[in-house]
Nanobody, 121 residues
Framework: QVQLVESGGGLVQAGGSLRLSCAASGRTGAMGWFRQGPGKEREFVAAISWSGAVTNYADSVKGRFTISRDNAKNTVYLQMNSLKPEDTAVYYC?????????????????WGQGTQVTVSS
């Protein structure tokens, strides 16, 4: 089991930016970011393969968010630009079972504790 720790959340005005980080305790395969807004189910945001060559994004964040990774640091990042109030959620990183970049929640096993992102209008 790999432990994951997210950081970088906070309060930002609409149109602003934040960069989330996810530090892993060991080597990981593909990694993903998910989010859960108030009263909503956890949803896929972005994923990246182990090599970084393959990325996937939810339509709602495509063109605004960028996922990247630094395998030397066992860290995955989520750069979030042009933030909107509807991006408000707790953001979680997770480790996938495979080396690809899956979108489905069930394809992930280890999860972090989450970091709160609040976007004010």
């Amino acid at each position: 089991q790999v432990q994951l720790v997210e950081s970088g959340g906070g309060l930002v005005q609409a149109g602003g930016s934040l960069r989330l980080s996810c530090a892993a305790s060991g080597r990981t395969g593909a990694m993903g970011w998910f989010r859960q807004g108030p009263g909503k189910e956890r949803e896929f945001v972005a994923a990246i393969s182990w090599s970084g060559a393959v990325t996937n994004y939810a339509d709602s964040v495509k063109g605004r968010f960028t996922i990247s990774r630094d395998n030397a640091k066992n860290t995955v990042y989520l750069q979030m630009n042009s933030l909107k109030p509807e991006d408000t959620a707790v953001y979680y990183c997770a480790r996938a079972r495979s080396s690809l970049a899956p979108r489905l929640l069930r394809e992930y096993e280890d999860w972090g504790q989450g970091t709160q992102v609040t976007v004010s209008s």
